[in-house]
């Protein structure tokens, strides 16, 4: 066991010994030493043997050229790997390059074989989405060349040097993308040069016709995948280019027309479309209305304008009511109008938009009308007659001899003369006659008829008169016509000209007629046994006239004072005996047909004595059969009613002799003249008053009212308060 245990030690002892040998001898010795290098050579043959470079790289770098015999060397090279790699313009070499591993020896024969002509590459990549073959693809830069791709969009360009390149995909009708790529060779192939082709979209045009009520300058627009408009041509055809594919709706428009169909959708798929043709029908635009009502102070005879895009009057009925029918959509402007009132709102604006337009509503309010103007004409005794020429000039017949230049006049005017508008003296007129004038009457041709007491007419005292026995016609200068002279055998009292152009007559005891060139009609003539003071015409052409007789048919049949005859000039049996107990001076139609009456009765109603009379005093109205209105009895409380004028409202103006009117006895004071409401009321606006018998009216187009009678008095109510002989004018407040 001993022996044993010594062996081992004695082992452990050399191994010990030998460790620390080997170790001294691995570190040198023990001592400082440089670590040993190594060399790595070879040679070129082959097609070039000198000057070949030969490039070293890994452990370390180095480069060598080859010496006359193809021999290099690097020298002092430790121990590691290295590449080497011989290049030469012009020359390629087998093998490209040699991996050397130096490990503590030199390393020889690291030999390469040189051949002529450069080392080449390829490019190639894939062209692919709306085209894969035929796409050409060009190269520039080192080398320069193009090929196609094949199917499926494969290209390879081959024999390609190290370099720069570009690379280039086109095909007519294609875009790509990239539109180009840029390559680098160094010592490879260059692959994964991939582009995306996109079609370009190719242009097509859609075309047709527009026929039937216009042909040419129709606008046809097009929209959808893309917008454009064309005109058509004088025979109705249009094209409209520049479209690709895609979705369209074709709209053709011209103001004043509608086309059919409106439009037409185009569905544009690699080719033109044609045939998309329409047909135009003259625009006849949606119409509506536009209403409402006048309330307030009048109601009927209201003028309503409309203007704006469309322009056009109407007139508001009894009820107030107004309509305009076959209005277009647009703005319109309703304007109420009426002489002598104001209206609330002075206008209404109303739009127009695919419905009527109703409640478009107006209030009227009166205005005053009492006080006299600056028309002071003036004459030095009564006027019986007045007339309003078409020129605004004032026709004015009576029993003066002087007219004009205001107070009694100051001018020589013999029974008839004539006033201009500002109320100044038309010296240029100055007919004469040698008689009482009392009735005037303008014909359409502006001559002037005149009818009285007189015998001669056309002159003076110191020329002579021309005679003319209590009828004659004046030219519009005031010259005698001298081919007008039908005569009559008494005064003649009322003149009306009818709708045709005969002339009816009342006088002393005959009523008659006459054509336009003064012939008198035969039969015509009922033969009344007093005088016939008032004629007028109903709308029916039937004669209504008054007076203070009591037969007629020279005394055979029985009459009281008012009656009617038909157009043809025979007595009316359908009348119903509208007669009264004295005498009828004044007759006025309404725009109703109701017949106005005044005179001197206290008595209205049926004819033939006093059974189933009425009292109405000296004012009354009849329907229009001649039967009593019995709703209406306003009443005046003096001698006469002579004179009765409906106005354009409805509104009627009394004048005579008397000192109050309304209530049905006269209650209401007015002096000789007032104004009725359409229901028989007092007109409380109108109050001017004369101190003495108003015997006719005359309505301007301005509204302003003419009166003339045995006043010198007028205006401002009461009996007047303004000095106007015979003659005067009534205005707005």
């Known amino acids: 066991m001993k022996s044993k245990l010594c062996m081992r030690n004695k082992f452990f002892s050399y191994g010990m010994i030998l460790f620390l040998m080997l170790f001294i001898i691995a570190c040198g010795g023990g001592g400082d030493s440089a670590p040993a290098t190594y060399n790595i050579s070879g040679a070129v043959s082959g097609a070039t043997l000198a000057g070949v470079t030969i490039n070293l790289t890994g452990a370390a770098t180095a480069s060598a050229t080859t010496d006359a015999s193809g021999n290099f060397s690097f020298t002092g090279r430790a121990n590691g790997s290295y590449t080497v790699t011989p290049s030469k313009a012009g020359y390629t070499f087998n093998p490209v390059s040699s991996v050397v591993v130096v490990s503590g020896a030199s390393v020889t024969n690291t030999n390469f074989v040189a051949a002529t002509g450069a080392l080449t590459y390829s490019i190639s990549g894939t062209v692919a989405g709306a085209v894969l073959s035929g796409v050409t693809i060009t190269l520039s830069g080192a080398n320069t060349g193009s090929v196609a791709t094949g199917v499926g969009g494969i290209y390879t360009i081959s024999d390609l040097v190290p370099g720069s390149y570009t690379v280039t995909p086109s095909l007519t009708g294609f875009t790509f993308s990239p539109t180009s790529s840029a390559v680098t060779i160094t010592a490879a192939d260059s692959t994964g040069n991939n582009f995306v082709a996109t079609a370009i979209p190719v242009a097509h045009s859609i075309s047709g016709t527009v026929s039937g009520a216009t042909l040419s300058g129709v606008t046809i627009t097009v929209t959808g995948t893309a917008t454009a408009t064309a005109t058509t041509a004088a025979d109705g055809s249009y094209t409209v280019t520049g479209l690709y594919d895609g979705n369209y709706t074709v709209t053709p428009s ?320 359908s009348f119903a005996g509208g007669g009264a107990n004295n005498r009828v001076s004044a007759l006025a139609v309404q725009a109703d047909g109701k017949i106005l009456v005044g005179g001197d009765f206290t008595m209205l109603g049926f004819g033939g004595g006093l059974i189933g009379w009425a009292a109405r005093n000296y004012i009354g109205r009849l329907n229009a059969n001649g039967s009593l209105d019995t709703n209406f009895n306003p009443g005046a409380n003096g001698y006469s009613v002579d004179a009765l004028v409906v106005q354009q409202d409805g509104k009627i103006l009394v004048g005579g002799f008397f000192y109050g009117l309304g209530g049905g006895t006269g209650t209401t004071t007015r002096n000789h003249l007032g104004r009725l409401n359409a229901d028989g009321s007092v007109d409380t606006s109108f109050n001017p008053g004369a101190n003495s018998a108003v015997n006719a009216f005359a309505v301007q187009a301005d509204g302003k009212i003419l009166v003339v009678g045995a006043f010198t008095s007028l205006g401002g109510g009461g009996t007047g308060t303004t000095t106007r002989n015979y003659i005067g004018r009534i205005t707005f407040q």
Request: a neutral charge; one cysteine or more.
């Open 254 to 573: 011209k103001t004043s027309f509608t086309f059919t169909p409106s439009s037409s959708a185009v569905t544009m798929s690699g080719a033109n479309v044609t045939g998309k043709n329409f047909t135009a029908a003259v625009y006849v635009p949606p119409t509506h209305s536009i209403s409402g009502v006048v309330s307030g102070a009048v109601l009927s005879g209201v003028t309503i304008t409309l203007s704006g895009d469309g322009s056009a009057t109407t007139t508001t009925n009894t009820s107030g009511n107004y309509s305009f029918s076959g209005i277009a959509n647009g703005n319109y402007t309703v304007t109420p109008s009426l002489t002598g009132y104001t209206f609330s709102p002075a206008s209404s604006a109303v739009n127009v938009s695919g419905a009527n337009i109703t409640g478009t509503n107006f209030v009227a309010t009166a205005k005053a009308q009492s006080a006299v103007d600056g028309f002071n004409p003036g004459a030095n005794a009564e006027v019986n007659a007045v007339a309003v020429q078409a020129d605004g000039k004032v026709l004015v017949g009576g029993a003066f001899t002087r007219l004009g230049g205001g107070g009694t006049g100051t001018t020589t005017r013999n029974y008839i003369g004539r006033i201009n508008v500002d109320g100044s003296l038309d010296t240029g007129f100055n007919p004469g006659a040698n008689g009482a004038v009392y009735a005037l009457a303008v014909q359409a041709n502006g001559k002037i008829l005149v009818g009285g007491n007189f015998t001669g007419l056309g002159g003076s005292p110191s020329t002579g008169w021309t005679p003319r026995n209590y009828i004659g016609r004046l030219n519009a200068d005031g010259s005698l016509d001298t081919s007008f002279n039908p005569g009559a055998d008494g005064t003649v009292f009322a003149l009306v000209v009818q709708a045709d152009g005969n002339i009816l007559v009342g006088g002393d005891s005959f009523i008659a007629r006459l054509s336009a060139n003064g012939s008198w009609y035969g039969g015509f003539d009922r033969g009344p046994n007093s005088k016939v003071w008032t004629v007028a015409v109903q709308a029916d052409g039937k004669i209504l006239f008054g007076g203070d007789f009591s037969y007629l048919n020279h005394w055979l049949t029985p009459s009281n004072c008012l009656d009617r005859l038909n157009a043809d000039g025979s007595l009316d049996p």
